[in-house]
């Protein structure tokens, strides 16, 4: 216990005053007890201000200095319940508080052996940083987080930040809405506080304040996007907290292709084998409908759907229209696919022959399509065509007509369709029309075109004279009693 005299010096003289002060400002970062009420647990708040003061909880290592009583004076580990045991006063809950809340209870307790007791109370190391990342993330659940630097009062000490969560939960999906992120942090022992985050002004106007420090105990939660802006979601996938642009996704993709089913997309160089062309290029919408062997010529690319599933087990749909990729470069349309996406190729109810052409030329489309020419042609068998090529490109591809020999005034057009059935129709043949459904349709991949010879009654020996796979074709079209 200090002298009394002692403490009146202290108290009432200028240099009482001024040594007090010395040893204040001795102390680095120093939390002393003062004669106030100990702060009050607050309530959960929503501000732009976020608590900063760190908290002590279990793990941490401190110091206790009780003034001029050396052998109340020293090192802590608080336990995970968060209570110290110090001398003549026992056990200290100090989970919850900050150092000067800390030290305001020890020297309250104190205060029934010594008069006027000075404490203080030094962070010598924090524990790690037990974070929690949910919602619109990778992979999101409980991570522990190092700080890095010095520790305690060391103003080295750097604690990771919401980037560091982020980029540790494997990045935000494109499902995300960056814009709304939110941070919770607990204030004192029950308190909540939520702190709306913009990372889109992050990246945008470099605003670091934005990037919070983390405290032990923070959650961060991602929402999802209730709208997609195509323009902004090349932006939101080149940043360093979205997810990993070189992970292969698996995308499923459905309707006028002409290899329908599920696909890994990868960012990367591709040799032309898997149908994409070569070359680097972004896990887009585009590179997926070519990994699928391209658009067919009854494709809508006016109203392409994406349909992404969400952390919140709903689903987004986002429409895309690739016509205006085409028409006028607007590449926001080829926006980036995610893993579980689907992408659907509806079918176009009017399309101009123009347009067919034009589609045709672009990469949306198979460099080639195979159609079949056989029977009485000069040149019976596969033929390489552009695709959305007609029936007399393909005839003509052929050969053209046996002289003499071909039934001239009609042929066969044989579809394998997607769902497996087999269709058959007879299509009037006038090489002087232009591409119209009735004389001169368009063609798809795999179709068969058969020209019939003079005689009906020798119809079905034309068509077992045909081998390969061109014949099991005619196997099924019997089998369908076609």
């Not at 200095?65 to 580990?77: A, C, I, L, M």
């Not at 959305?388 to 066969?412: E, T, Y």
Request: glycine content about 10%; hydrophobic content about 40%; charged content about 20%.
């Amino acid at each position: 216990m200090l002298n009394k005299d002692l403490w009146k010096f202290l108290a009432h003289s200028t240099t009482g005053l001024a040594l007090l002060t010395v040893v204040n400002l001795a102390l680095p970062s120093v939390s002393v007890a003062q004669k106030k009420p100990v702060a009050t647990t607050a309530p959960t708040t929503t501000s732009t201000n976020i608590a900063t003061d760190y908290l002590l909880g279990g793990g941490d290592l401190i110091r206790v200095n009780v003034f001029e009583v050396p052998e109340y004076t020293g090192e802590y580990q608080v336990p995970p319940g968060g209570s110290i045991n110090l001398p003549l006063i026992g056990s200290i809950p100090v989970l919850g508080l900050t150092t000067e809340q800390a030290a305001d209870e020890i020297a309250r307790r104190y205060a029934r052996f010594l008069k006027r007791p000075l404490i203080s109370v030094n962070l010598l190391s924090p524990r790690p940083i037990n974070i929690f990342v949910a919602g619109e993330v990778t992979r999101p659940g409980a991570y522990t987080l190092s700080l890095q630097g010095g520790a305690g009062n060391n103003p080295g000490v750097q604690y990771p930040t919401v980037l560091a969560a982020l980029t540790s939960a494997q990045g935000v999906t494109l499902a995300a809405d960056v814009t709304k992120v939110e941070l919770r942090r607990k204030t004192g022992r029950t308190g909540e506080q939520t702190v709306p985050l913009n990372l889109k002004e992050l990246t945008q106007t470099g605003r670091i304040s934005q990037d919070i420090t983390l405290r032990d105990g923070d959650t961060i939660y991602v929402p999802t996007a209730t709208t997609l802006n195509v323009a902004e979601a090349r932006n939101l996938f080149s940043a360093n907290f979205a997810a990993n642009q070189t992970a292969p996704r698996t995308v499923v993709v459905i309707g006028e292709v002409y290899r329908p089913g599920s696909y890994l997309v990868t960012q990367g160089t591709s040799d032309g084998k898997d149908g994409a062309p070569q070359g680097s290029g972004l896990p887009t919408v585009m590179r997926s409908l070519q990994l699928a062997g391209g658009i067919t010529s009854q494709a809508d690319v006016r109203n392409i759907r994406l349909r992404r599933p969400t952390r919140t087990g709903s689903e987004q749909t986002i429409d895309l229209n690739l016509w205006e990729l085409l028409k006028s470069g607007d590449i926001n349309q080829d926006i980036v696919v995610q893993d579980g996406d689907t992408i659907v190729v509806p079918t176009a109810t009017a399309l101009s022959p123009a347009e067919a052409t034009q589609l045709a030329t672009t990469t949306l489309s198979p460099s080639k399509i195979q159609v079949g020419v056989v029977g009485e042609v000069k040149k019976p068998g596969t033929v390489d065509l552009q695709p959305n090529s007609s029936l007399n490109q393909a005839l003509l591809a052929a050969g053209g007509f046996n002289d003499g020999r071909a039934s001239r005034g009609a042929v066969d057009l044989i579809r394998l369709n997607p769902n497996g059935t087999v269709t058959k129709r007879v299509v009037k043949v006038d090489f002087s029309k232009e591409i119209n459904e009735e004389t001169n349709p368009i063609l798809r991949n795999n179709d068969v075109v058969v020209v019939d010879r003079n005689g009906l009654t020798r119809t079905g020996d034309s068509i077992n004279t045909v081998s390969g796979p061109l014949g099991v074709i005619f196997n099924i079209l019997r089998f369908f009693g076609l």
